[in-house]
T-cell receptor, first 114, second 117 residues
Framework: SQKIEQNSEALNIQEGKTATLTCNYTNYSPAYLQWYRQDPGRGPVFLLLIRENEKEKRKERLKVTFDTTLKQSLFHITASQPADSATYLCAPPRGDSSASKIIFGSGTRLSIRP | ETGVTQSPTHLIKTRGQQVTLRCSSQSGHNTVSWYQQALGQGPQFIFQYYREEENGRGNFPPRFSGLQFPNYSSELNVNALELDDSALYLC????????????????FGAGSRLTVL
C-alpha cells in the first residue's frame, strides 16, 4: 500500500542556516504534492504545491523540490528564523482515481535556536 | 473572506457516548474533508463530502459518519465512543473543480479537541 515517510525525529538548527526536510513516498506516483505548516494546537496551513512536471517551486525563503525518480520531495527554508519553528507536513493526494483526497505524513518538528 | 470555523473547540465525553462536531466552510468552497489527529501524529483522513454526498473514505469504521448541508457546512458524528477516539478533529474546506485531476488545496479550521474518558 502507499506510504508517506517523513523524518519523525525533530530537526534542530541554528538561526540563519538552511533547514532541509525530507518526504519519501512509496508504491505510487502522486500527480502533485503539498507542504503544510502546523503550529501547536492549530490546524495546518498551506505553504506550497508542486506538480509532477515541476522540478522546483519557490516562495520567498521556501523552496520545494519533487524528484519522481527518487520518489522524494525536499522542503528547504533558507535563512531560518526562530519564528519558523513548527511541524511541517508533507501531503500528497491519495493514490486513487481522484486527486482530491489529501493524505499527510507524520510531520517533522523543526526548532530554530537563536 | 471568512475562514473555516469549527465547534466546539474542546469537549469531554465518556466511553459509549455519541458526539457531533460542526464545521463551517470557507466562503466559496464546496468540499469538506475531515481528519483525525492523535498527539504527535499527522492528520489521518476520515472522509470527504462533495455536493452533500460522501466522496471517499479513509480507514475508519462506520460509527464515524458525516453530513454536508446545502450551504457546504458539515458535521462529523461519532457513535459508541472509544478511548482511542481521543484526538484533535480537523475540518478542511476546499474548492474542487469539475475535473478529478485538479489539485486540492485545503484550508483548515483550528480543530475540535475531543477527550474520551
Amino acid at each position: 500500500s502507499q506510504k508517506i515517510e517523513q523524518n519523525s525525529e525533530a530537526l534542530n538548527i541554528q538561526e540563519g542556516k538552511t533547514a532541509t526536510l525530507t518526504c519519501n513516498y512509496t508504491n505510487y506516483s502522486p500527480a502533485y504534492l503539498q507542504w503544510y505548516r502546523q503550529d501547536p494546537g492549530r490546524g495546518p496551513v498551506f505553504l506550497l504545491l508542486i506538480r509532477e512536471n515541476e522540478k522546483e517551486k519557490r516562495k520567498e525563503r521556501l523552496k520545494v523540490t519533487f524528484d519522481t525518480t527518487l520518489k522524494q520531495s525536499l522542503f528547504h527554508i533558507t535563512a531560518s528564523q526562530p519564528a519558523d519553528s513548527a511541524t511541517y507536513l508533507c501531503a500528497p493526494p491519495r493514490g486513487d482515481s481522484s486527486a482530491s483526497k489529501i493524505i499527510f505524513g507524520s510531520g517533522t518538528r523543526l526548532s530554530i535556536r537563536p | 473572506e471568512t475562514g473555516v470555523t469549527q465547534s466546539p473547540t474542546h469537549l469531554i465525553k465518556t466511553r459509549g457516548q455519541q458526539v457531533t462536531l460542526r464545521c463551517s466552510s470557507q466562503s466559496g468552497h464546496n468540499t469538506v474533508s475531515w481528519y483525525q489527529q492523535a498527539l504527535g501524529q499527522g492528520p489521518q483522513f476520515i472522509f470527504q463530502y462533495y455536493r452533500e454526498e460522501e466522496n471517499g473514505r479513509g480507514n475508519f469504521p462506520p460509527r464515524f459518519s458525516g453530513l454536508q448541508f446545502p450551504n457546504y457546512s458539515s458535521e462529523l458524528n461519532v457513535n459508541a465512543l472509544e478511548l482511542d477516539d481521543s484526538a484533535l478533529y480537523l475540518c478542511a474546506s476546499s474548492q474542487t473543480g469539475t475535473t478529478p485531476s485538479g489539485a486540492n488545496v485545503l484550508t483548515f479550521g483550528a480543530g475540535s479537541r475531543l477527550t474520551v474518558l
